[in-house]
């Protein structure tokens, strides 16, 4: 079960559940997860003060149906931004990688294997609308939730 079905479970739990101590749990474990989600915080934070199940079904929909929610106007990305973000995303992901290869293993030695880092979090020094524009112009590959993985074209490895 992934975050978002035991979200969906604990949104039924709470309109459905007559256990007062059950639904304070289930309330408890959403604000939780749904801290981790890609949702608007302020708005989160409103559903949960205010313990709103038709809120909080509202936020639930958002994630399970991203396609329906209307896309804000596109801004205009400068192109001295996009290439400064995209340096920062490479020495980043770069970074990632050496640091997942350099661990050290059981014996004391590293073990020399290639790391599994594939995709990363576009660094929070650029807004959000940085890194989707740098997907849209085919600099970066979106795999959703906020990672971002150089095309297999830009890949050195």
């Known amino acids: 079960m992934n975050a978002l079905q035991k979200i969906r479970q604990l949104t039924d739990q709470i309109r459905t ?21 890609p949702v608007d915080a302020g708005e989160a934070q409103r559903v949960f003060k205010e313990k709103d199940a038709p809120g909080l079904e509202a936020l639930v929909a958002k994630l399970e149906n991203p396609e329906t929610t209307p896309e804000a106007p596109a801004v205009e990305v400068s192109e001295r931004e996009m290439n400064d973000a995209l340096r920062m995303f490479r020495k980043r992901i770069k970074l990632a990688r050496l640091n997942d290869e350099s661990r050290l293993g059981g014996r004391g030695m590293t073990a020399g294997k290639k ?3 594939a995709s990363i979090e576009g660094p929070k020094e ?22 971002y993985t150089l095309p297999p074209e830009m890949n050195p490895d």
């Open 17 to 37: 559940s007559t256990n007062g101590l059950e639904v304070v749990d289930a309330w408890a474990l959403a604000e939780r997860l749904l801290g981790r989600m």
């Open 115 to 117: 790391s599994d880092i």
């Open 126 to 147: 650029f807004p959000r609308r940085v890194w989707k524009a740098l997907a849209k112009a085919g600099k970066l590959s979106d795999e959703g939730h906020g990672f």
